[in-house]
């Protein structure tokens, strides 16, 4: 998920030094949602494998 927030961000940066605003802003837009959905899906992961340590 990360690798592609970073991929869209590239884009983003690339598109921003070309002047092509409309991409730049909806790459951006792109990457920090994936961003945000692999930060809460690594957190969820993260309780979810101390909950099963600590069961056992």
């Known amino acids: 998920m ?3 927030a970073v991929t869209f ?3 983003a940066i690339i598109a ?3 002047g092509l605003s409309g991409i730049a ?3 951006t837009n792109i990457a920090w949602i994936l961003f945000l959905v692999g930060l809460v899906l690594a957190v969820v ?3 979810s ?3 099963r ?3 056992n």
């Open 9 to 11: 961000l590239i884009i």
């Open 49 to 51: 494998g101390y909950r």
């Open 2 to 4: 990360f690798n592609w």
């Open 16 to 18: 921003g030094i070309f």
């Open 25 to 27: 802003g909806t790459a």
């Open 45 to 47: 992961s993260g309780l």
């Open 53 to 55: 340590k600590t069961r």
